[in-house]
């Protein structure tokens, strides 16, 4: 059972360094090549709203690198670091079945992030 806690205020120096490793493997992942939009989601286009890779184009544009960070509220920044661990997490083979011993670039970001995030697993 997964428990979380309060965190207090986020530390924000980490945060540019987190958030660009899924920030990569979503860019790496997401096949764009007859995207009209060159994976900027539009929400009012219905191609977008039907797309396979909705989830993955409305993060990118949320936590773009040219959006500051600063400006964003740490339960914007929680949600958003929550969001990339789902999208990690899904990444994961069953090879995973035991994330602690495990020490691949995916479960090490993960690690991170709930440190960050005060999950407790």
């Given amino acids: 059972m997964t428990s979380v806690t309060q965190p207090l205020q986020l530390d924000r ?14 860019r790496d992942n997401m096949d764009t090549r007859f995207c ?19 989830m993955e184009c409305k993060w990118l544009n949320h936590n773009d690198e040219l959006i500051s960070i600063e400006n964003k ?4 920044l929680r949600r958003e670091l929550t969001k990339a661990m789902d999208y990690v997490e899904a990444q994961l083979t069953a090879a ?9 670039d995916n479960c090490a970001w993960l690690g991170k992030v709930r440190k960050l995030l005060q999950i407790v697993n």
Avoid at 13 to 26: H, V
């Fill in 96 to 104: 995973h079945l035991n994330r602690r011993a495990c020490g691949c």
């Fill in 36 to 54: 009209k939009h060159a994976a900027f989601y539009n929400p009012v286009d219905t191609e977008c709203t039907y797309c396979h890779q909705e």
């Fill in 73 to 76: 509220s740490d339960d914007d």
């Fill in 13 to 26: 120096s980490d945060l540019a360094e987190l958030l660009a490793y899924p920030r990569r493997k979503m």
